[in-house]
């Protein structure tokens, strides 16, 4: 794993352009080894599952401790506290596998998804077409992503700060200023639920696999769980507990919190 740790100035600039564009695509954050080693926890999960073309498998962190690893990784996190602020939480995480499918067949697990803006029914509040970033999901890329169409997840930059409606919801049609994010196997994708963004079909000869890990305010109930399972608490320290919800008995902490109950605040940069 990449263990360096990430300069201001990299920070800064990794911050103008997720701010300007709305995502941004970090390279070579995991390691080879990291890689293969969850892309061998995968082959062993899916094994146990029913044969699919397409595999969404919720609350990841629970399945294994190499993917709760990835939950405070040195790289991605210090990033996300000075994006959405230091009392923030694990919101989601949900690996999705996409397997060749040129004839685009329907599945029960969504082999892609149209057009769309992530958030509750009904959505975030919004003023003047706009809504603000709820929660940042990093995405870790984990097979060979640096082509177009093999299931690569859409985008349309800008459109998390401008009133957008898209002319069509439909993700096989192409969108005026619509980009493909690439990426290899231990890049990461960041982009906030605000983002128009589809999961495009996957016509390619290769597999998808990549590793949603969102991250909220930690006054927002989180997807993957109500209250963290003894297991992800055991032996976690101060930040895992922060991220995985546990930071005080008394709930009005959770919206007013004090410095000591939320340890991020210790990456949050002073204001440039």
Request: aromatic residues 10%; glycine residues 6%; negative net charge.
């Amino acid at each position: 794993m990449n263990e360096a740790a990430v300069n201001e100035p990299e920070i800064r600039d990794w911050m103008e352009q997720f701010q300007e564009q709305g995502y941004l695509v970090i390279p070579n954050v995991l390691s080879a080894e990291k890689v293969k080693r969850l892309n061998g926890i995968i082959d062993e999960l899916v094994a146990g599952e029913e044969e699919s073309l397409a595999y969404n498998i919720y609350n990841s962190v629970e399945r294994h401790p190499e993917f709760a690893d990835l939950m405070d990784n040195p790289t991605i996190l210090p990033l996300i506290v000075n994006l959405l602020g230091y009392n923030i939480q694990l919101h989601i995480s949900h690996l999705t596998i996409r397997k060749p499918n040129p004839t685009e067949a329907k599945t029960a697990t969504s082999s892609f998804i149209n057009w769309h803006q992530d958030g509750p029914h009904p959505q975030f509040p919004s003023i003047g077409g706009l809504t603000s970033t709820y929660y940042i999901k990093a995405c870790f890329i984990l097979s060979d992503m640096s082509e177009p169409n093999r299931g690569n997840t859409k985008v349309i930059p800008g459109s998390h700060k401008q009133p957008y409606n898209p002319t069509h919801k439909d993700v096989s049609q192409q969108l005026d200023g619509e980009v493909q994010v690439c990426g290899k196997p231990g890049d990461v994708f960041i982009f906030p639920q605000n983002l128009w963004h589809a999961g495009s079909p996957n016509r390619s000869n290769f597999e998808r696999r990549q590793l949603f890990i969102g991250y909220s305010p930690i006054w927002m109930r989180p997807i993957d769980y109500h209250v963290a399972s003894e297991e992800l608490l055991k032996d976690a320290d101060p930040i895992r507990r922060q991220l995985l919800g546990v930071i005080s008995d008394n709930k009005f902490n959770y919206y007013v919190p004090k410095d000591e109950m939320v340890p991020l605040k210790s990456m949050k940069l002073e204001q440039g």
